[in-house]
């Protein structure tokens, strides 16, 4: 792994506890089962890298058979994976049946970083998407599934460059720019998470989650 990629690694778990602000992150209590549910990671397009983070207090995630010596479970209760994947390439991970996912961040090469928080606030959930500030490379394309329905945050939608398609049954479809924060409201939670590739459109990274 060459300097500049273990720098972009080790910043990208610094931002571990992160969140983007909309509202308070989801906390989790309970009794572990089964760690029978799989992310899958998914990349036809170039380097990207990548967490997803669950919520504390299930068994440890644990890695599938398609990741590698690059990708981790890391946590202080093994509760998010750090992997890299490239063209063509694939990871996997189970999670305990009851857990949840709360976060993704993810990278495309130095490009900057979009976080995914799936939040709660005044009883009502979101789905937010923020990109970081910086300004030297493009926002990043997303297609975001969500079980249930779907609905226009207050503040965080932008019409006409933000939409959910099919109604309100989704998927939740925008551009994130630098600085900026898209989000929806939704009854159910994100089963696929699709990132488009700034340099080669329709193509890019594909994280699929539990429903």
Do not use: C
């Not at 398609?66 to 479970?73: E, L």
């Not at 030297?136 to 599934?145: K, N, S």
Request: proline share 5%; net charge negative.
């Amino acid at each position: 792994m060459s300097e500049k990629e273990f720098g972009r690694r080790r910043f990208l778990r610094s931002t571990a506890t992160a969140g983007v602000g909309v509202a308070g992150g989801i906390a989790a209590t309970g009794t572990a089962t089964a760690n029978t549910d799989e992310i899958r990671v998914y990349s036809n397009s170039n380097y990207w890298e990548y967490q997803v983070h669950t919520a504390t207090g299930y068994d440890d995630l644990e890695k599938g058979g398609q990741a590698n010596g690059d990708d981790d479970i890391l946590g202080v209760g093994k509760d998010f994976v750090d992997g890299q994947v490239s063209d063509g390439g694939v990871d996997n991970y189970w999670m305990d049946s009851d857990d949840s996912i709360t976060q993704i961040n993810v990278t495309y090469n130095d490009y900057g970083w979009l976080t995914i928080d799936v939040t709660t606030a005044n009883l009502k959930a979101a789905v937010s998407v923020e990109r970081d500030g910086n300004p030297d490379w493009p926002g990043y394309d997303y297609t975001i599934d969500i079980s249930g329905q779907v609905q226009p945050h207050d503040e965080y939608f932008d019409p006409g460059q933000d939409e959910i398609q099919n109604g309100d049954a989704g998927p939740f479809v925008g551009t994130v720019d630098p600085g900026d924060i898209d989000a929806v409201w939704r009854t159910g939670v994100p089963t696929r998470v699709f990132i488009e590739d700034p340099n080669s459109p329709g193509l890019g990274l594909t994280i699929s989650l539990p429903d």
